[in-house]
């Protein structure tokens, strides 16, 4: 029999509401005006070098697109595989999804030297062998799918919400194969790897899961909802939990790979011992993204706590953001071997191992990007009946 | 089906999502390439880097490329564009025998450019005769053939340019990449690159120039006698520019 569940547009009219709305308001406005002095001026005013001419932006556009797997996750349990007590989940989680990819977008635009020509360029000269042609229309794809898939979820549709919450979960595999494979298909040594794009899936399902923990406890938390348990419980021990134990297989699989063969050897061990990276991902990925959140969420006293879950889940989301900041820097930072055997010592290019440092501009474009979506959650909120008056576990069973 | 048509297809099929938007500008585009291709074929543009004769110290190659082509100097490695650079080398592991090498990196103009296969915007294309050419005009300033790169050959301007010294050659502006063209618009009109002309001036003749479908031309041959190499051929980019004496 299927579920009654009753969805309110929220108050909006408490102080703390308020004041997160200008809040994001105002970094939104800090992001903008951050974007538009470093486009006067030029990208020097980044971090960004020509041996690292992508940072902080791309790590954050990669890091938001595999959050959107919140709704893979939460869409796939109520629509794909009719748990019909996520019903309560899937508009809220067909919204961040799309907001997620949205800001993906954003930090990939403002990141461009030539923002003026994003809008016409991309469109009338499309290079189909080029990933970041192919994945704008996965993520433009991925954002309309996500409406259709909301508009479906409002009006009550049982099949469309049924077909497109199917077509949303393919997509979002392609999604997050393509943005792997922004990196996976070009012939750098830490980039180039076969098992990136799925690590990336498996990070992003991860960090999506945790985030959507976060968001859900936060949300009926704020509003004085009625929010089970059970429902959390289960998302982290039977989801997050898998997640995190396949991300941590294909991540050894890959490292472990590129340390054993002669001809990545030396990349291999840079990458895992060879600077304050490595600290990232020993400590920031493995330990507090992975084996801490799996441990807490699998044994039994910690895992069948929602306050444990909670935390474990901001483990993982911060895990995941290193992860991305990983996949991005190291393997520019990181030489190429012009004539293998040899090092560049001195050179009028800044070579051999080089540094990154962000901006505060950077900063505050990142900022920006996440008052945006912040704005437009929060208002999305109050003008939209998104989030259910109440949530239990055997309702309707 | 070889590897570039594989993810031709397999591309387009994806872009096409996309591409069904626009698909009267698409067609437009190739109108221009069709054109140059007639000018341009039967010349595959390479070069020989004779490292026994490039002198230690000399920068008349750099030099000229730098006026000619209006490459940004800041005096902060950072940001400073090379089109062509030298760079010393010394072997990783100590070995009799094995002294620190010097050597001159720019544009290998790949045959199979992973520059041109990542450029969302087409700015970065092969042309006919192989040169590797970005349209300035065109470049969102994405930088992604600066990842794909595997030489480090490409540059962006991350700055505005603080001189021009050639009014001949287009200025761009900041935010766009660029890199080595072999001189496209000097070899058009019937010259050859600035650096060749440099190198030779100072009576070094390090770098040779020419036509590598040209039996005849002296790159042609000094590549059929195969003591000349590419870097990392194993990258299977089949570079244009050939090294003696590496």
């Known amino acids: 029999m299927a579920m009654d569940v009753e969805f309110a547009k929220i108050e909006g009219r408490s102080v703390p509401y308020l004041t997160s709305v200008g809040v994001l308001a105002a970094l939104a406005v800090g992001g903008f005006a951050a974007t538009l002095i470093m486009h006067e001026h030029g990208l020097y005013l980044s971090g960004m070098t020509n041996r690292v001419p992508w940072g902080l932006q791309i790590a954050m556009a990669i890091f938001y697109i595999g959050l959107s797997a919140g709704s ?11 748990r019909m007590e996520y019903k309560p989940f899937a508009r809220i989680a067909a919204y961040l999804a799309m907001l997620f990819l949205i800001a993906g977008l954003l930090s990939i635009l403002t990141d461009q030297g030539r923002v003026d020509r994003v809008f016409t360029k991309p469109f009338t000269y499309v290079n189909a062998t080029s990933m970041f042609s192919i994945n704008p229309a996965l993520y433009s794809g991925h954002i309309m799918i996500c409406v259709l898939y909301l508009w479906a979820l409002f009006k009550e549709k049982g099949t469309l919400t049924k077909i497109t919450s199917l077509v949303v979960v393919i997509w979002a595999i392609g999604t997050h194969t393509g943005t792997g494979a922004i990196f996976a298909f070009v012939p750098r040594e830490l980039y180039n790897s076969a098992l990136l794009p799925p690590s990336f899936v498996a990070a992003a399902l991860s960090s999506g899961a945790a985030l959507m923990i976060l968001v859900l406890v936060t949300l009926f938390k704020a509003t004085g909802r009625h929010l089970d348990d059970h429902l959390i419980i289960w998302m982290g021990r039977r989801l997050l939990s898998i997640f995190l134990v396949v991300t941590f297989y294909v991540l050894l699989i890959e490292n472990a790979h590129r340390a054993y063969l002669a001809a990545s050897h030396e990349a291999g061990m840079f990458f895992l011992f060879g600077g304050i990276h490595s600290f990232m991902f020993w ?3 493995i330990c507090v993204g992975c084996v801490i959140p799996a441990i807490l969420l699998f044994i039994k006293r910690t895992g069948t706590s929602v306050r444990w879950t909670v935390f474990a889940s901001t483990l993982v989301v911060v895990g995941v953001l290193f992860e991305r900041f990983l996949i991005v820097v190291p393997g520019l930072v990181h ?42 959650f929060m208002v999305g909120l109050r003008i939209m009946p998104l989030a259910p008056k109440e949530a239990r576990a055997a309702a309707g069973a | 089906m070889d590897r570039r048509d594989f993810l031709r297809t397999g591309g387009a099929l994806v872009a096409g999502v996309s591409g069904a938007l626009s698909l009267p500008a698409l067609s437009s585009c190739t109108s221009q390439e069709a054109q140059s291709a007639t000018v341009l074929s039967g010349k595959k543009w390479g070069m020989v880097v004779d490292l026994t004769r490039c002198r230690e110290g000399c920068t008349a190659c750099m030099d000229a490329c730098r006026t000619e082509n209006n490459v940004a100097y800041h005096g902060d490695k950072r940001w400073d564009i090379h089109w062509i650079r030298r760079a010393t080398l010394e072997p990783k592991e100590e070995s009799a025998g094995l002294e620190e090498k010097s050597l001159l990196l720019m544009c290998n103009q790949c045959d199979d450019p992973p520059c041109a296969q990542v450029c969302p915007v087409q700015a970065t294309y092969k042309r006919e005769d192989g040169i590797v050419m970005v349209d300035h005009h065109r470049c969102i300033g994405c930088r992604y053939c600066m990842i794909a790169c595997p030489y480090n050959a490409r540059f962006f301007n991350f700055k505005e340019n603080p001189e021009w010294p050639n009014p001949e050659y287009p200025r761009r502006s900041h935010g766009v990449a660029e890199s080595c063209h072999f001189c496209a618009h000097l070899l058009d009109g019937g010259g050859r690159p600035a650096c060749v002309e440099a190198c030779e001036a100072t009576g070094a003749r390090a770098l040779i120039f020419g036509n590598l479908q040209d039996p005849a031309s002296e790159v042609a041959q000094l590549v059929a006698g195969g003591s000349a190499k590419r870097l990392r051929e194993d990258w299977g980019t089949k570079p244009k520019v050939y090294y003696l004496g590496l």
């Not at chain 1, 893979?72 to 009719?82: D, E, K, P, Q, R």
């Not at chain 1, 040899?342 to 051999?352: R, S």
């Open chain 1, 72 to 82: 893979l996750v939460v869409s796939g349990l109520y629509g794909v595989f009719g």
């Open chain 1, 335 to 376: 030489p190429p071997e012009l004539l293998p055997g040899w090092e560049v010592t001195d050179a009028a290019l800044w070579e051999g191992v080089v540094g990154y440092s962000i901006s505060y501009l950077e900063v505050l474009q990142t900022l920006g990007v996440i008052g945006v979506i912040g704005f437009m």
């Open chain 1, 283 to 285: 400590i920031g990925l």
